[in-house]
Nanobody, 116 residues
Framework: VQLQASGGGLVQTGGSLRLSCAASGNIFSINIMGWYRQAPGTQRELVATMSRSGGRMVANSVKGRFSISRDNAKNTVYLQMNSLKSEDTAVYFC???????????WGQGTLVTVSS
């Protein structure tokens, strides 16, 4: 399975960005897709994940500002990020796995920088 993420960049505080991650290859085992992030000097943390059937897990720190969606036909997951804050600055990694909290595959990471 290969994961290709896109959509990161530089945005001002309060702005919006949309991340995309497309999966390819032997994707039949993949149920959960989503996003994690890692800021400098911190551990990687869950942002939001979503199952094929539409279930979601969203970190409290982004609830109400970020939303995750998925197009199963395109094997693509999206992260709409609104009202961005400086503390959202991180490298965002796309993840895919068989079940919740199991990341079998990782994308290359895309940098999101929120400037004040």
């Amino acid at each position: 399975v290969q994961l290709q993420a896109s959509g990161g960049g530089l945005v001002q505080t309060g702005g919006s960005l949309r991340l995309s991650c497309a999966a390819s290859g032997n994707i039949f085992s993949i149920n959960i897709m989503g996003w994690y992030r890692q800021a400098p000097g911190t551990q990687r943390e869950l942002v939001a994940t979503m199952s094929r059937s539409g279930g979601r897990m969203v970190a409290n720190s982004v609830k109400g500002r970020f939303s995750i969606s998925r197009d199963n036909a395109k094997n693509t997951v999206y992260l709409q990020m609104n009202s961005l804050k400086s503390e959202d600055t991180a490298v965002y990694f796309c993840s895919a796995g068989r079940d919740w909290d199991i990341s079998d595959y990782w994308g290359q990471g895309t940098l999101v920088t929120v400037s004040s």
